[in-house]
């Protein structure tokens, strides 16, 4: 069996591109969040901005919220990645100006040209507006898709010559030996295999996501030239789903990386892990089918298959994840702080946010629900629960004065607040949903709207701790840059 | 990517000018170019491919004064594109079939600028720039191939309708068997790299 | 002159010279190939249609070929369609209330075609008509039961239906210009009626 030593070493600082990084998507993170304020506040009745609005809306708060947690999610994995393989900080920075010059054009196509066709920009619907707006709209925005698009695959494609230059290639960077052969126990480290991963299935999703957006643009300027909009549903969802998928795997690098800094207890590459990052990589190329369950025209083995692994996919390492921090948290002697405790909180939020989607798998269900709150309640479980809570996480950790240092009252207190308050407002979706309200902007039966108004005060909650978490980052943010221990030594119960 | 053997150098001039005197020859010219898929799938790459191999046979000297000349890699990748899209227009395609003339910028269009400036610009793009140009090479393929696919109506004056149908299809074909390649050449590339120092860190 | 200035120089050189080129060989971006797409090709060379029985919506059966020697307005819907065929039917009344009094019904005659003729009965037809200020006689609804003649009529109007999941359908929309001979001469874009009504008293 492989042994593994664990030694305590200072922290990196961040370098200040990741600050840029985390900056940005905080900022961007609290806007979306008003936005999406206003939009349960329309459906609590509450206010009354209309559908147009509302679509205008839900597209700018859909794509900045995937936009940056992919953001988010980036600055989490380069800045540990970092620490084993050599990465460019230029690709890194041009990464992000072209994430914002892809925003900009998006701002610019929804603001000024009123696109609204939502963030995954559904075949036919960016074309045919019925004359709400112009192609050049439409165009404006997948074309910022495909800005942002071209700035991750260059990022990605560093992360792979570094990955490379260090370990040879993908295979021993997956732990490939390790998990088919004998366990020498000199596997890449859980950042290495994460980053790998991610590497692979984001470069597959971003070409098959490229693709469909240029067919897109052509088909708007030519509509001779048709698309089948069943193909190109299943290449949106392909790209959106292995996408976002990402974020998540990203982000949960910062558990790897932490927990084990506050239990001084190394997070192992075995076998087990090893094999649960290999399988999802290989299921999350094959995810994809299990949104188009309904859309009968698809060949049957693909429903099938899409069923399944719409069961299998996340379950791998979402559950070796969540054992691996049992395991490292388990009579360790843990000081919880805001770090740890947030980190530990978005496993449970990620868990807890995959539950429904096992509901929604099941087929019969699938018909009643897909449309309904219920899916918005199942991905803002995991997104909010699961990928913020672990970039906040990472922020306190960053911004931690020194490893002995406290935490605030407030602070503990926003924790419960966002804590409550977010299971609060997913709840009120879940809760729609399994009443079949539908999501979106749809008409809301009276006995629907005490929900939505539940939904919308604890959405409120959210905002406001999340306030206090990004307000406190900021505060912090010159603390961040500096190399030192970060970590409270854990205090081993003395048996 | 050392010199190459003067003599060794003349077998392979010698070798690639016999390909392209015969891809020149009109029985081959007329039978590859009965087809959309010959035309576009073999004898387009076919040209481009005697450029970049010619490049190589140059010695690294020479590469490196042309690429000093063109200003790095990145002009010269910029011109392969222009000068490879060009000859995807169905338009382009139709031409060369009715005008000579065109036929011959076409034979010495891609060679000259596509493969070599492509050769040149190769070595000094770093698996960044190789990723970079295959993934968007390959995105653009699949979506030419859709194009051929979807197209309303016959695109070319000389196919018929079924062939620009299947030249699509083979395009598609080709591009997801080129992406899974380049994936692959991922997971085996690279000699075993001992354990080289950390960054930094531990 | 530096490494990364000559760069930049010859990159903008060479893509200035490519965008040229392709400008010029392009007429202007605009003529890459089947750019004159099914629209223009029918405009120049105007296509048959096949022979079709409907139904409309008091139940009589005709032929399509009985409105031979009119212009035939075709808008092709299905009445439970909550979004195009709304704005379709808003678009023929405009059209409908274009054509001068005299030439409706005797020269110009709108017809709105079901492709869901399994649930589009002559009652919803009617319904659908009565919402949209349809008079029954100059502007009729009818659907095809026959499958294979709709099928064919599709084909050749050019509209393609594929069930959505909520039991309705995606579907393309247009308004369609059938000549006196009855061929289809033109396709235009529902969100210009007027275009298409001033263009249709024009050729009266
Ligand atoms: C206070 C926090 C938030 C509020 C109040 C909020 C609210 C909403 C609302 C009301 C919708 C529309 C649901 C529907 O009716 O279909 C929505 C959609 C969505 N939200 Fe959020 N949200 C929040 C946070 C987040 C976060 C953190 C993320 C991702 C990181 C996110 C990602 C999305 C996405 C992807 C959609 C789908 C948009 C679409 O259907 O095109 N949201 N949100
Ligand atoms: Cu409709």
């Given at each position: 069996?492989?042994?593994?030593?664990?030694?305590?070493?200072?922290?990196?600082?961040?370098?200040?591109?990741?600050?840029?990084?985390?900056?940005?998507?905080?900022?961007?993170?609290?806007?979306?969040?008003?936005?999406?304020?206003?939009?349960?506040?329309?459906?609590?009745?509450?206010?009354?901005?209309?559908?147009?609005?509302?679509?205008?809306?839900?597209?700018?708060?859909?794509?900045?919220?995937?936009?940056?947690?992919?953001?988010?999610?980036?600055?989490?994995?380069?800045?540990?990645?970092?620490?084993?393989?050599?990465?460019?900080?230029?690709?890194?920075?041009?990464?992000?100006v072209l994430f914002l010059a892809g925003v900009v054009m998006i701002l610019g196509s929804v603001l000024i040209g009123h696109f609204h066709g939502a963030w995954t920009f559904l075949f036919p619907l960016p074309g045919k507006s019925m004359g709400m707006w112009s192609p050049g709209a439409a165009a404006l925005f997948m074309g910022g898709l495909l800005v942002i698009g071209v700035g991750f695959l260059l990022l990605h494609l560093d992360i792979a010559r570094a990955i490379v230059a260090r370990y040879g290639n993908f295979a021993r960077a997956l732990g490939w030996p390790q998990l088919f052969g004998h366990d020498d126990g000199k596997a890449p480290p859980p950042t290495v295999v994460a980053s790998a991963m991610v590497t692979v299935v984001n470069v597959i999703g971003l070409v098959v996501g490229a693709s469909i957006l240029t067919m897109m643009l052509v088909n708007l300027y030519v509509p001779g030239f048709d698309i089948d909009p069943l193909l190109a549903k299943g290449m949106i969802y392909f790209f959106g789903h292995i996408f976002i998928n990402a974020t998540i795997y990203m982000a949960v690098i910062a558990v790897y990386?932490?927990?084990?800094?506050?239990?001084?207890?190394?997070?192992?590459?075995?076998?087990?892990?090893?094999?649960?990052?290999?399988?999802?990589?290989?299921?999350?190329?094959?995810?994809?089918?299990?949104?188009?369950?309904?859309?009968?025209?698809?060949?049957?083995?693909?429903?099938?298959?899409?069923?399944?692994?719409?069961?299998?996919?996340?379950?791998?390492?979402?559950?070796?994840?969540g054992y691996g921090a049992l395991m490292i948290v388990y009579r360790s002697g843990i000081r919880w702080d805001m770090a740890s405790k947030l980190l530990f909180l978005s496993l449970f939020g990620w868990a807890a946010g995959a539950m429904p989607a096992f509901i929604d798998g099941t087929i019969t269900v699938n018909y009643v629900m897909h449309n309904t709150l219920w899916v918005p309640g199942h991905f803002h479980t995991y997104l909010l629960l699961g990928m913020v809570a672990m970039v906040f996480g990472f922020m306190y950790y960053l911004g931690k004065p020194d490893h002995e240092a406290d935490d605030r009252l407030i602070d503990r207190i926003a924790f419960w607040l966002f804590t409550a308050s977010v299971l609060g407002?997913?709840?009120?979706?879940?809760?729609?949903?399994?009443?079949?309200?539908?999501?979106?902007?749809?008409?809301?039966?009276?006995?629907?709207?005490?929900?939505?108004?539940?939904?919308?005060?604890?959405?409120?909650?959210?905002?406001?701790?999340?306030?206090?978490?990004?307000?406190?980052?900021?505060?912090?943010?010159?603390?961040?840059?500096h190399d030192y221990q970060r970590a409270p030594v854990a205090r081993p119960a003395t048996a | 990517?050392?010199?190459?053997?003067?003599?060794?150098?003349?077998?392979?001039?010698?070798?690639?000018?016999?390909?392209?005197?015969?891809?020149?020859?009109?029985?081959?010219?007329?039978?590859?170019?009965?087809?959309?898929?010959?035309?576009?799938?073999?004898?387009?790459?076919?040209?481009?491919?005697?450029?970049?191999?010619?490049?190589?046979?140059?010695?690294?000297?020479?590469?490196?004064?042309l690429l000093a000349i063109a200003g790095g890699p990145i002009p010269l990748v910029v011109m392969a594109f222009f000068a490879s899209s060009w000859w995807m227009l169905p338009r382009a395609l139709d031409d060369a079939l009715a005008h000579p003339l065109v036929e011959v910028a076409k034979f010495v269009s891609l060679p000259t600028l596509v493969g070599l400036p492509l050769a040149l610009a190769w070595r000094r793009l770093g698996i960044i720039g190789r990723g970079f140009v295959w993934t968007n090479f390959i995105s653009m393929l699949a979506?030419?191939?859709?194009?051929?696919?979807?197209?309303?109506?016959?695109?070319?004056?000389?196919?018929?309708?079924?062939?620009?149908?299947?030249?699509?299809?083979?395009?598609?074909?080709?591009?997801?068997?080129?992406?899974?390649?380049?994936?692959?050449?991922?997971?085996?590339?690279g000699p075993p790299v001992g354990n080289p120092r950390a960054v930094h860190g531990p | 002159m530096s490494a990364v200035a000559r760069s930049v120089a010859v990159?903008?050189?060479?893509?200035?010279?490519?965008?040229?080129?392709?400008?010029?060989?392009?007429?202007?971006?605009?003529?890459?190939?089947?750019?004159?797409?099914?629209?223009?090709?029918?405009?120049?060379?105007?296509?048959?249609l096949p022979a079709a029985v409907l139904e409309d919506q008091d139940g009589r059966v005709f032929n399509l070929d009985d409105y031979r020697g009119r212009l035939l307005a075709v808008e092709v819907i299905y009445t439970r369609c909550t979004t195009i065929c709304n704005s379709l039917g808003m678009a023929f009344r405009q059209i409908r209330d274009r054509v001068p009094a005299e030439a409706l019904g005797r020269d110009v005659a709108l017809l709105s075609i079901s492709f869901d003729p399994e649930r589009d009965d002559p009652a919803s037809l009617k319904a659908y008509g009565i919402a949209h200020g349809a008079d029954g006689e100059h502007w009729r609804l009818a659907r095809v039961r026959d499958a294979a003649q709709l099928r064919a009529l599709l084909e050749a109007f050019g509209v393609v239906v594929i069930a959505d999941r909520f039991g309705g359908f995606e579907h393309n929309a247009a308004i369609h210009l059938v000549g006196r001979d009855g061929r289809l001469v033109e396709i235009s874009d529902l969100d210009a009626p007027l275009q298409f009504a001033a263009k249709l008293v024009e050729t009266l």
């Amino acid at each position: 069996m492989a042994t593994y030593t664990y030694e305590h070493t200072p922290d990196h600082g961040a370098k200040a591109g990741v600050l840029a990084y985390l900056a940005t998507s905080a900022a961007v993170l609290l806007l979306m969040m008003v936005f999406g304020l206003l939009m349960r506040l329309e459906q609590a009745q509450w206010i009354s901005i209309g559908a147009d609005r509302f679509y205008e809306l839900m597209t700018l708060h859909g794509a900045g919220m995937v936009g940056i947690a992919a953001i988010a999610g980036a600055s989490v994995m380069w800045h540990f990645l970092r620490q084993y393989v050599d990465l460019s900080s230029r690709i890194f920075i041009a990464n992000l100006v072209l994430f914002l010059a892809g925003v900009v054009m998006i701002l610019g196509s929804v603001l000024i040209g009123h696109f609204h066709g939502a963030w995954t920009f559904l075949f036919p619907l960016p074309g045919k507006s019925m004359g709400m707006w112009s192609p050049g709209a439409a165009a404006l925005f997948m074309g910022g898709l495909l800005v942002i698009g071209v700035g991750f695959l260059l990022l990605h494609l560093d992360i792979a010559r570094a990955i490379v230059a260090r370990y040879g290639n993908f295979a021993r960077a997956l732990g490939w030996p390790q998990l088919f052969g004998h366990d020498d126990g000199k596997a890449p480290p859980p950042t290495v295999v994460a980053s790998a991963m991610v590497t692979v299935v984001n470069v597959i999703g971003l070409v098959v996501g490229a693709s469909i957006l240029t067919m897109m643009l052509v088909n708007l300027y030519v509509p001779g030239f048709d698309i089948d909009p069943l193909l190109a549903k299943g290449m949106i969802y392909f790209f959106g789903h292995i996408f976002i998928n990402a974020t998540i795997y990203m982000a949960v690098i910062a558990v790897y990386e932490i927990l084990p800094r506050y239990t001084q207890r190394p997070w192992k590459s075995n076998k087990v892990f090893l094999a649960s990052w290999t399988a999802s990589t290989l299921m999350v190329m094959f995810i994809f089918p299990h949104h188009l369950l309904m859309d009968f025209a698809f060949p049957k083995w693909m429903l099938v298959m899409g069923h399944i692994i719409g069961y299998l996919n996340t379950v791998p390492i979402l559950v070796v994840t969540g054992y691996g921090a049992l395991m490292i948290v388990y009579r360790s002697g843990i000081r919880w702080d805001m770090a740890s405790k947030l980190l530990f909180l978005s496993l449970f939020g990620w868990a807890a946010g995959a539950m429904p989607a096992f509901i929604d798998g099941t087929i019969t269900v699938n018909y009643v629900m897909h449309n309904t709150l219920w899916v918005p309640g199942h991905f803002h479980t995991y997104l909010l629960l699961g990928m913020v809570a672990m970039v906040f996480g990472f922020m306190y950790y960053l911004g931690k004065p020194d490893h002995e240092a406290d935490d605030r009252l407030i602070d503990r207190i926003a924790f419960w607040l966002f804590t409550a308050s977010v299971l609060g407002f997913t709840l009120s979706f879940l809760y729609s949903g399994k009443e079949s309200v539908a999501r979106r902007y749809a008409a809301h039966l009276p006995e629907w709207v005490p929900y939505d108004r539940i939904g919308a005060v604890f959405a409120m909650l959210v905002i406001a701790s999340s306030l206090l978490f990004v307000g406190r980052f900021f505060s912090r943010i010159g603390l961040a840059r500096h190399d030192y221990q970060r970590a409270p030594v854990a205090r081993p119960a003395t048996a | 990517m050392t010199a190459i053997a003067p003599d060794r150098a003349r077998i392979g001039f010698c070798a690639l000018g016999a390909l392209y005197l015969l891809l020149a020859a009109p029985p081959v010219r007329s039978w590859l170019e009965a087809t959309m898929s010959g035309h576009m799938l073999v004898q387009i790459p076919l040209l481009a491919a005697i450029g970049f191999a010619a490049c190589r046979l140059l010695g690294a000297r020479h590469q490196e004064r042309l690429l000093a000349i063109a200003g790095g890699p990145i002009p010269l990748v910029v011109m392969a594109f222009f000068a490879s899209s060009w000859w995807m227009l169905p338009r382009a395609l139709d031409d060369a079939l009715a005008h000579p003339l065109v036929e011959v910028a076409k034979f010495v269009s891609l060679p000259t600028l596509v493969g070599l400036p492509l050769a040149l610009a190769w070595r000094r793009l770093g698996i960044i720039g190789r990723g970079f140009v295959w993934t968007n090479f390959i995105s653009m393929l699949a979506v030419l191939g859709w194009l051929y696919i979807a197209a309303p109506q016959r695109l070319c004056n000389s196919y018929l309708v079924d062939q620009q149908a299947s030249a699509g299809w083979l395009m598609v074909k080709l591009a997801l068997l080129l992406f899974a390649a380049w994936l692959g050449h991922l997971f085996v590339a690279g000699p075993p790299v001992g354990n080289p120092r950390a960054v930094h860190g531990p | 002159m530096s490494a990364v200035a000559r760069s930049v120089a010859v990159t903008a050189l060479v893509t200035v010279l490519g965008s040229g080129a392709f400008w010029w060989g392009t007429d202007g971006f605009t003529a890459f190939t089947a750019e004159t797409a099914r629209r223009v090709d029918i405009l120049r060379a105007p296509r048959p249609l096949p022979a079709a029985v409907l139904e409309d919506q008091d139940g009589r059966v005709f032929n399509l070929d009985d409105y031979r020697g009119r212009l035939l307005a075709v808008e092709v819907i299905y009445t439970r369609c909550t979004t195009i065929c709304n704005s379709l039917g808003m678009a023929f009344r405009q059209i409908r209330d274009r054509v001068p009094a005299e030439a409706l019904g005797r020269d110009v005659a709108l017809l709105s075609i079901s492709f869901d003729p399994e649930r589009d009965d002559p009652a919803s037809l009617k319904a659908y008509g009565i919402a949209h200020g349809a008079d029954g006689e100059h502007w009729r609804l009818a659907r095809v039961r026959d499958a294979a003649q709709l099928r064919a009529l599709l084909e050749a109007f050019g509209v393609v239906v594929i069930a959505d999941r909520f039991g309705g359908f995606e579907h393309n929309a247009a308004i369609h210009l059938v000549g006196r001979d009855g061929r289809l001469v033109e396709i235009s874009d529902l969100d210009a009626p007027l275009q298409f009504a001033a263009k249709l008293v024009e050729t009266l």
